[in-house]
Structure formats: C-alpha cells, structure tokens
C-alpha cells in the first residue's frame, strides 16, 4: 500500500506538465526574456521559458550567380532549408572572401526555404578570381546555432575577366 502511494504521488508530480500547470519556470514575454538555452514558449498561464536542447537545422544549400561566367559585380542567390523544433530566430548568409565577418539576412523563400541576395561588389577580391564558398547560419530562439558551408558543387567561381565581345 505505501509504495501504491509512493508510487501515485511521483507520477502526479510528474503530470503537472500535461495539465498546463507551470510553477517552476521563468516568466516571459519574448525569447529575449529567456537565459540561453532557453526559449519564450506559450503556456495557458502565460510565457515561460522553456528548455529547447535541439538547434536548428540547415540543408540543401545552393549558390547560384546572376551572370556566367560569375562576374565581379553579379549577384550570388544563397538558398537553403532552414529549420527547427521549436522556435526559429532566422538565418544569415555569409562569404569566405572576407572571412564570413559580413552577414547578411536571409528571408522565408517558402517550404521552408529561405533565401538571400549578395551582390559581389560589397566584398574584398583579391586578384584576378576566386572560388567562393557561402556559408549559412540559422539561429533558433534559444540561441542555438547551426552553419552549413556550400559543397564544392555549390562554390562558384567569381572573376574580373569580362568575356571578349565578338564582332563580325
């Protein structure tokens, strides 16, 4: 009888979750609210911060350019599937020509894609080319983060040589 009872009252305990009943978390109005690694998650008594222990997820990554061959001044398009479980903050894109200290914010493309425009004028190229390699970062509201750099497929190459123009 006493461990039925035992019994019962820690899995009561344990129930206080599925009943909306929150007593042991932080109050909050926004993911700003929260400590990292936490996030602003909706209770029927209000926010709370709640533990969020996955990060977010980036895949199929491409790189395309707006002019071939990919010129100085054309225009990179990064996309990628961006996701998370929880709460998604957004994602960045970036380049290796500085480094990745520039980044640049992506928009929702829709079906979970989403998407930025980097026009190659705004940075560094040293030399005649290069081969370029975007990397994108997503950030959930928890402040995980995830980057993924573009595969060797997706790394185009930039160049100042303007193809010759043929007159006849």
Same mark, same amino acid.
């Given at each position: 009888?006493?461990?039925?009872? %035992?019994?019962?009252?820690?899995?009561?305990?344990?129930?206080?979750?599925?009943?909306?009943?929150?007593?042991?978390?932080? =109050?909050?109005?926004?993911?700003?609210?929260?400590?990292?690694?936490?996030?602003?998650?909706?209770?029927?008594?209000? $926010?709370?911060?709640?533990?969020?222990?996955?990060?977010?997820?980036?895949?199929?990554?491409?790189?395309?350019?707006?002019?071939?061959?990919?010129?100085?001044?054309?225009?990179?398009?990064?996309?990628?599937?961006? @996701?998370?479980?929880?709460?998604?903050?957004?994602?960045?894109?970036?380049?290796?020509?500085?480094? $990745?200290?520039?980044?640049?914010?992506?928009? =929702? @493309?829709?079906? *979970?894609?989403?998407?930025? @425009? %980097?026009?190659?004028?705004?940075? =560094?190229?040293?030399?005649? *080319?290069?081969?370029?390699?975007?990397?994108?970062?997503?950030?959930?509201?928890?402040?995980?983060?995830?980057?993924?750099?573009? @595969?060797? $497929?997706?790394? =185009?190459?930039?160049?100042?040589?303007?193809?010759?123009?043929?007159?006849?």
């Amino acid at each position: 009888m006493n461990r039925t009872l %035992l019994l019962c009252t820690v899995l009561l305990a344990g129930c206080d979750s599925l009943t909306g009943a929150v007593h042991d978390r932080q =109050p909050c109005s926004t993911h700003a609210d929260c400590p990292a690694g936490l996030y602003c998650a909706s209770t029927g008594s209000g $926010g709370v911060c709640w533990v969020d222990s996955a990060p977010p997820t980036v895949g199929a990554l491409t790189v395309t350019c707006s002019t071939s061959p990919c010129l100085r001044d054309a225009t990179l398009t990064v996309e990628a599937a961006v @996701a998370d479980d929880q709460a998604l903050s957004g994602a960045t894109a970036s380049l290796d020509l500085d480094g $990745g200290v520039r980044q640049v914010v992506m928009q =929702p @493309a829709g079906g *979970g894609r989403w998407r930025a @425009a %980097l026009d190659l004028s705004g940075w =560094p190229l040293a030399g005649l *080319g290069a081969t370029v390699t975007a990397t994108v970062t997503a950030t959930d509201a928890a402040r995980h983060a995830t980057a993924l750099a573009a @595969a060797p $497929g997706q790394r =185009p190459q930039v160049t100042r040589v303007r193809p010759a123009l043929r007159q006849d």
